[in-house]
């Protein structure tokens, strides 16, 4: 099975950019299709963005999409969040997830099988 760690996380004001990173072990991660998901205090977990296999599909929130991209890098077996245009709203502890291609909806999380532990990101105003 694959193995997922996040990291890029931090504070950054209001209108600022970072960029997490998912880099994935044990096994190719070209073989799976991945998803950043995201968590606020009190909030359910909701989805964020997605890349397929290949990385010729992705797919975003309304609340991210025009702001945030989605990318993968095979060879570093690694996916990557960029975020710009940061807002207070985006604050959260943000997931990358992994599953196979045509598992179900990309937009669900129970659609993965695996998980990071998550990294924070605070945005400040």
């Known amino acids: 099975q694959v193995q997922l760690v996040e990291s890029g996380g931090g504070l950054e004001q209001a209108g600022g950019s970072l960029r997490l990173s998912c880099a994935a072990s044990?096994?190719?991660?070209?073989?799976?299709?991945v998803g950043w998901f995201r968590q606020a205090p009190g909030k359910e977990r909701e989805f964020v963005a997605a890349i397929s296999w290949g990385g010729g599909n992705t797919y975003y929130a309304g609340s991210v999409k025009g702001r945030f991209t989605i990318s993968r890098d095979n060879a570093k077996n690694t996916v990557y969040l960029q975020m710009n245009s940061l807002k207070p709203e985006d604050t959260a502890v943000y997931y990358c997830?992994?599953?196979?291609?045509?598992?179900?909806?990309?937009?669900?999380?129970?659609?993965?099988?695996?998980w990071g532990q998550g990294t924070q990101v605070t945005v400040s105003s």
């Open positions: 044990g096994r190719t991660i070209s073989s799976y299709t």
């Open positions: 997830a992994a599953t196979f291609p045509g598992s179900g909806s990309y937009y669900s999380s129970h659609t993965y099988n695996y």
